[in-house]
């Protein structure tokens, strides 16, 4: 069975700054996919940023950027130049070949300004 | 933002009303779920569709139901709303058009009293 980890439920971090959301995961399969996802207080859940396991460069996107490590099972996410709209719940989540969608149990980002 | 839209964004009912939750997302997706979360906690899967008269049920035991008549339309059915319902639902749709990326409608807060 797959299982996805964020060991730290609350973290906070100065505007401007850079932090690093932490995801491990177990899985025996060799293929598949990667994902954080942001959901802003009282609103949409939304996709930030994706990786695919055959991939091993390390997707970006603006501001976030993921350090997989796919040995380790690991894929964290680094928010730099944090804005205070980055304040949010973070999902990671890991999708198997059958299709199947595990999330993490979050990790509430507050942006301090 | 996906086109996937939910009705109703908020509910309250009374103890033993039937209620249906109303998603459909435009994207032509074939796998659609419903999660249940409760406010700033984990996402739990309680339903899943991969397609056209395809349903199953997911990690969460649910006294819910759902059907899958046409590809766009996934409603979620509460015969008889208990307080225990009360949460968030959310409602997501994905597909291999979608880079296998799950997308999230807007949710559903229901508050049964």
């Known amino acids: 069975a797959q299982t996805v980890t964020q060991s730290q439920p609350e973290m906070s971090v100065q505007e401007a700054e850079t932090v690093t959301l932490s995801c491990t995961y177990d899985?025996?399969?060799?293929?598949?996919?990667l994902f954080w996802y942001k959901q802003p207080p009282s609103r949409q859940m939304i996709l930030v940023i994706r990786?695919?396991?055959?991939?091993?460069q390390n997707a970006t996107e603006n501001r976030f950027s993921v350090n997989f490590q796919k040995a380790a099972k690991s894929f964290s996410l680094k928010i730099s130049d944090s804005q205070l709209g980055d304040t949010a719940m973070y999902f990671c989540?890991?999708?198997?070949?059958?299709?199947?969608?595990?999330f993490g149990t979050g990790t509430s980002l507050t942006v301090i300004p | 933002e996906a086109d996937i839209y939910q009705t109703p964004r908020y509910l309250v009912i009374g103890t033993g009303k039937k209620i249906t939750l109303e998603c459909s997302q435009t994207?032509?997706?074939?796998?659609m779920y419903w999660y249940q979360q409760d406010p700033g906690m984990e996402l739990h899967l309680i339903h899943y569709?991969?397609?056209?008269?395809?349903?199953e049920k997911g990690d969460l035991s649910s006294e819910s139901t759902v059907s899958r008549i046409r590809t766009e339309h996934f409603p979620l059915t509460l015969e008889s709303a208990r307080p225990s319902h009360t949460s968030q639902y959310l409602c997501?749709?994905?597909?291999?058009?979608?880079?296998?990326?799950?997308?999230f409608g807007e949710g559903s807060w229901l508050t049964v009293v």
């Open positions: 997501a749709s994905s597909d291999l058009s979608s880079g296998n990326t799950i997308y």
């Open positions: 899985t025996s399969e060799n293929n598949y996919y």
């Open positions: 990786q695919e396991a055959y991939k091993q």
């Open positions: 989540a890991f999708m198997n070949t059958g299709n199947q969608f595990y």
């Open positions: 994207m032509g997706h074939d796998k």
């Open positions: 569709s991969y397609g056209v008269n395809s349903t």
